[in-house]
């Protein structure tokens, strides 16, 4: 919780998440507002190649996810 893990970070290639756990994730684009938004458990994103980003956990229980 409140962890800017990895911090601003781009990936070369487009990808894929998926939440492992139910929660919020705070999502950060330079020059764009921040955006909460609630997930659960086996909901999906998908986030263009090349696109520097930020997710920071706002809530009081760990955040799970994992993407490729």
Same mark, same amino acid.
């Given at each position: 919780p409140g962890e800017k893990n990895p911090g601003m970070h781009t990936h070369e290639l487009a990808h894929v998440g +998926? +939440?492992?756990r139910p929660g919020s994730l705070t999502l950060s684009e $330079?020059?764009? $507002?921040?955006?909460?938004?609630?997930?659960?458990v086996g909901s999906v994103g998908f986030r263009d190649a090349n696109v520097t980003h930020q997710a920071t956990n706002p809530g009081t229980s760990p955040a799970s996810f994992r993407s490729s």
């Open positions: +998926i +939440i492992l $330079p020059g764009k $507002p921040a955006e909460t938004v609630k997930f659960d």
